[in-house]
């Protein structure tokens, strides 16, 4: 099992910018990969940035350069830095960790609203 606890979450202006942080515990040398989802009102979960072990990353379309995923194995910590951020990016913003390429755990989400 991993347990994940994320912050950094708020209310912030268009424009200004925002850090996640999710700390894992656990079970945490058998993770391959961490990440963000995110979700908003009446839409799917979309992928955010992943970050494997080895450092290799992936962001959704819509990220275009405004996010930066980065991990921190020595605090078993993943961090999401979220710049230039729309109205669009507002949603409950989940951490996720892949375990043995199969089993997947979830954070219980932290809320990000950007206001116009």
């Known amino acids: 099992q991993v347990q994940l606890v994320e912050s950094g979450g708020g209310l912030v202006q268009a424009g200004g910018s925002l850090r996640l942080s999710c700390a894992a515990s656990?079970?945490?040398?058998?993770?391959?990969?961490m990440g963000w989802y995110r979700q908003a009102p009446g839409k799917q979960r979309e992928l955010v940035a992943t970050?494997?072990?080895?450092?290799?990353?992936n962001y959704g379309a819509f990220v275009k350069d405004r996010f930066t995923i980065s991990r921190d194995n020595a605090k078993n910590t993943v961090y999401l830095q979220m710049n230039s951020l729309k109205p669009e990016d507002t949603a409950v913003y989940y951490c996720?960790?892949?375990?043995?390429?199969?089993?997947?755990?979830w954070g219980q989400g932290t809320q990000v609203t950007v206001s116009s």
């Open positions: 656990g079970r945490v040398l058998s993770i391959n990969a």
């Open positions: 996720n960790a892949l375990l043995g390429g199969v089993l997947q755990f």
């Open positions: 970050i494997t072990s080895s450092g290799n990353t």
